[in-house]
C-alpha cells in the first residue's frame, strides 16, 4: 500500500510519514500543492492525506484538478480545525473523508485503513491466491502448514501480484509503487526479486508460478 502526504509543516509531514512506515506503509511525502498535485496525477497511490492550506497550490484545489482528470484515489483531508465551511467545500471537490488536527495515531489509521479497503474485502491479515497465502503480519508464504519467509521487497512484489491476480504488472509499475518513481533502481533488480519469488514458491511447493510476459510484465498463474 503506498499512500502520498501533502503537508507543509515538514514536522507533521515527518511525524505522519513515521507512523505510517511503522504500519507497513511505503509512503511520499511533499511540501507543496505543485508537488503534490504532480505526484497525485502519477495515480500509483491507494491514498492520499492531503492538507487544505499549503504553498503554491490549495489542497482543494489540487483535489479538484485530480478529480476532473479521473484520478479517483481515495483522499484524505487534513483540516487545521473542525471548520464546517472547509468540510463543505472539501466534499464538494471530491474529498473521501477528514482528519482534523491535532489527531491521534488511532484515528489517523482507522481512517487510512477504511479509504484503502477494497470494496467487499474481508479484514484479514492474509492474502491468497490458488494454493498459497501471504501474511501480512509474519512476511510469510505459505502452503499447507510449510512456511517461508521473505524479504520485504520480495513481499511488496508478492503482494502487488496477488492484490491484482488478473492483471500484468510491469517492471516500471513495481519499481513505481515499491521504490518511488525518483528511484534509479534498475528492471534486472525486479528480475532478481521474481526468481526468488519463483525458487520460494517451489520450495514450499505451491503450484503457483509467476508467468512472464516478455515487455509486458508478471502475472500469477494458478497452476493446477
Ligand atoms: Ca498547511
Redesign the pocket.
Known amino acids: 500500500m503506498k499512500i502520498l502526504v501533502v503537508?507543509?509543516?515538514i514536522a507533521l509531514a515527518e511525524a505522519l510519514s513515521e507512523i505510517l512506515k511503522r504500519n507497513k506503509y511505503i509512503v511520499d511525502a511533499v511540501h507543496d500543492g505543485e508537488d503534490g498535485l504532480e505526484y497525485a496525477l502519477t495515480d500509483i497511490y491507494d491514498c492520499i492525506l492531503l492538507?487544505i492550506?499549503?504553498p503554491k497550490m490549495n489542497g482543494l484545489d489540487v483535489l479538484r484538478i485530480l478529480r476532473k482528470k479521473k484520478i479517483s484515489t481515495p483522499v484524505l483531508l487534513l483540516t487545521a480545525k473542525s471548520d464546517i465551511e472547509d468540510k463543505i467545500n472539501g466534499l464538494d471537490s471530491g474529498a473521501d473523508d477528514f482528519l482534523t488536527k491535532p489527531f491521534v495515531t488511532g484515528e489517523l489509521l482507522a481512517r487510512v485503513r477504511a479509504l484503502t479497503r477494497r470494496k467487499g474485502e474481508v479484514i484479514t491479515d492474509e492474502f491468497t491466491f490458488g494454493d498459497v497465502a501471504l501474511n501480512k503480519s509474519t512476511f510469510s508464504l505459505s502452503r499447507e502448514g510449510q512456511f517461508v519467509k521473505l524479504s520485504l521487497k520480495e513481499y511488496q512484489i508478492m503482494e502487488m501480484l496477488i492484490a491484482n491476480p488478473k492483471q500484468l504488472i510491469s517492471k516500471e509499475r513495481f519499481i513505481e509503487k515499491i521504490w518511488g518513481y525518483e528511484s534509479d533502481v534498475e528492471y534486472n533488480n525486479i528480475e532478481v526479486y521474481i526468481s526468488f519469488l519463483r525458487k520460494k514458491l517451489k520450495v514450499i511447493g505451491s503450484n503457483v508460478t509467476i508467468k512472464t510476459a516478455r515487455g509486458i510484465g508478471y502475472c500469477l498463474e494458478n497452476g493446477e
Do not use: A, F, P
Open positions: 503537508e507543509d509543516e492538507d492550506m499549503l
